[in-house]
């Protein structure tokens, strides 16, 4: 029998010890009383699951745009102690470090809209998308592990983007330690044709504009300005991951058994950090994210041209220019204050992103003075935002923040809702030009299938665990 949440405050419902036999911390998730309305029973279970895992520190914490997801929920943030924990892949997910992009331009609304049409399928053209996509970057087996131990960095020495695009990368576009040797040749497989590729459902690739700056400091530091055109690239590791994922949980079901370690569900399946299961799915993960951020450097250099091309200029007349890229689905060692000692946690973030504030050490020089960029998606018809990291962050949820809004309705229930209606032109009306891939692809990801993004923005930004920057509309989207 469930035990009662406890609203806290405004922006904080806690998930008491005792909610769920074996609990060992509580749950805390940042919700306010409208966004309250869509929490789902599973989802909330599936907080208190997590705070059963063995070493977790704090509280099991979930995000306003928290909804259920495998084992752990998406919005969901977990820290672990690094001695006497676990890793877990449901606390990471399928597509392994599924991030965000944003990339800002010379160029302003007016000066995009007349040729939004060109744009938009010269993008589409460029960069292929959907289920299964190939791309025109095809990998030896060689070239391939070279990706996965250095990320970004390789994508670079292709020709695909400059050197000061490492530094606005999380972890530089590269995690050290991945071991292509713990990849199964079935994942390698999918991932050998799929660089450049834009994945399918909820991934995309974004014109928009900058509608609204809250933070003139913060957004003079990232080159913002009002009507100015920005680019927002939404994927992640494609196949590639989310085979190492499909790998990795019946060896960690294995691994839970073999450790004694009891689990509420067997999706949260894991291993003590240090044994040799956990050591070999972090190596692979590490490349599968690896693989993500190289993925992404690929196609901003995809997405450069295509302006150059719709435009009719040159690349300094566009001017796209790397602002940040985010990782929202991932696992990594991070040192943080817990009483008043700092320890090394393996942090989960599974549908979160990072949000560090000024002066963090591993922020680059350039963003500093102002806190780490945390860009957050909303749906195609509303809008997008800028953040920026806070130290309360750091104080409550281990430097996390939202992802995005979160999904209102399943894939197959945005479909039923959208029966008899032309959600592309209701699109056009509103003054967005979309196109997708998969047919069926925009009635799913329609915007009424998410909960307002400005709601889900607005708790995070009380709750002080990052705040507004900047708001992005929308005027051009190409769906997977």
């Known amino acids: 029998m469930a035990g009662k949440l406890i609203r806290k405050d405004e922006n904080r419902i806690e998930v008491p010890i005792g909610y769920k036999g074996g609990m060992l911390v509580p749950g805390v998730i940042f919700l306010n009383e409208q966004l309250g309305e869509f929490l789902e029973p599973q989802a909330i279970a599936q907080v208190a699951n997590v705070s059963t895992l063995p070493g977790i520190v704090g509280a099991s914490l979930a995000m306003p745009d928290i909804h259920t997801g495998y084992g752990f929920a998406i919005g969901g943030v977990a820290a672990f102690d690094i001695n006497e924990g676990i890793i877990s892949p449901g606390g990471v997910g399928y597509d392994i470090n599924c991030g965000v992009r944003l990339l800002r331009s010379n160029l302003t609304r007016q000066e995009v809209l007349p040729r939004i049409n060109d744009l938009v399928s010269a993008i589409y053209n460029s960069v292929p998308s959907g289920v299964g996509s190939k791309g025109k970057i095809r990998l030896s087996p060689d070239e391939q592990k ?21 530094e606005k990368t999380e972890s530089d576009g590269v995690l050290e330690g991945a071991d292509s040797s713990v990849i199964s040749e079935k994942a390698l497989e999918r991932g050998r044709n799929q660089q450049g590729t834009l994945g399918s459902g909820n991934h995309f690739i974004e014109i928009q504009y900058v509608s609204k700056i809250f933070n003139e400091r913060a957004a003079q530091v990232f080159g913002l300005f009002e009507g100015q055109v920005t680019v927002m690239i939404h994927t992640g590791s494609r ?14 079901e294995k691994a839970s058994k073999k450790y004694g370690i009891e689990l509420h569900d067997r999706e949260l399946a894991c291993a003590p950090f240090y044994s040799q299961e956990a050591q070999d799915y972090f190596a692979a993960m590490k490349g599968a994210a690896n693989y993500a951020w190289a993925n992404r450097q690929c196609i901003m250099h995809l997405v450069s041209e295509s302006f150059i091309t719709a435009m009719r200029g040159s690349p300094s007349s566009a001017g796209l220019s790397l602002i940040y890229d985010v990782a929202h689905n991932i696992a990594k060692v991070e040192t943080h204050r817990v009483g008043n000692r700092d320890i090394k946690l393996v942090v989960h973030r599974k549908g979160a992103t990072r949000a560090f504030p000024a002066g963090h050490p591993e922020l680059p020089d350039i963003y500093k003075a102002v806190g780490q960029p945390v860009l957050i998606p909303g749906d195609m018809g509303r809008s997008s935002f800028v953040l920026i990291g806070t130290p309360q962050a750091m104080t409550e949820t281990y430097g996390s923040t939202c992802h995005g ?35 069926g692809t925009l009635a799913e990801e329609m915007p009424e299938a998410y909960k307002d993004i400005a709601n889900v923005v607005s708790v995070v930004d009380s709750a002080q665990i990052s705040k507004k920057v900047a708001m992005l509309k929308p005027i051009g989207v190409i769906k997977g």
């Open 239 to 252: 196949g590639l991951g989310h085979q190492v994922c499909t790998d990795f949980l019946p060896l960690m």
């Open 146 to 166: 070279k990706i996965i131990v250095k990320g970004a960095l390789w994508a670079l020495g292709r020709g695909y983007g400059s050197a000061s695009d490492l």
């Open 405 to 439: 809004a979160g999904r209102l309705l399943s894939r197959h229930g945005a479909i039923r809702a959208a029966k008899g209606r032309q959600i592309r032109q209701e699109l056009l009306e509103a003054g967005v030009t979309a196109t997708s891939a998969g047919r």
